[in-house]
């Protein structure tokens, strides 16, 4: 099996869910630990009985940086962009992206502040699948 048909097994359902509009984390079905990221075993009893169960999608911002200048050519992403790190209630942390603002920027967030799963259209999904959060309506 190739190095990528090996990460696309192990994170194909991660893309799935996101598809559907549902974020997924993986749980150890041995002692319970909700895992993100992907893996193999459980990093906490090193069991192999893994499965994916969906999360509230709510959490708190870590924290978060706005590129405004290009990424490498192979990434394909027209700057300005936001990515964060967010603290799920449920427990596991996760990199993200960060939707902009009404006025088309990220100057409404804040380390510590709660953010919400909102969940991207189905193009860019198939595209880059990858967990996209906000600030809660009314922040």
């Known amino acids: 099996m190739s190095y990528i048909e090996n990460a696309e097994q192990l994170t ?10 549902e974020l997924t984390v993986q749980k150890c079905n041995s ?10 075993r459980c990093p906490s009893c090193f069991g192999n009985d893994l499965d994916w169960c969906a999360v509230s999608g709510r959490g ?6 706005v590129l405004r200048f290009g990424a490498p050519s192979s990434f394909d992403v027209e700057p300005p ?6 603290r799920l209630d449920e427990g596991p942390q996760l990199t993200g992206r960060l939707h902009a603002g009404a006025d088309g920027t990220w100057d409404h967030y804040r380390c510590d502040e709660p953010v919400v799963f909102e ?7 198939a595209q880059r699948p990858a967990a996209w959060f906000a600030a809660p309506r009314g922040s």
């Open 31 to 40: 002692c319970g630990e909700l895992i993100m990221y992907p893996k193999y």
């Open 60 to 65: 708190q911002l870590l924290t978060y940086t």
């Open 81 to 86: 962009y936001a990515i964060g790190v967010v």
């Open 119 to 125: 969940p991207a259209d189905a193009a860019e999904v």
């Open 12 to 21: 194909g359902p991660f893309g799935e869910a996101l598809a559907r509009g």
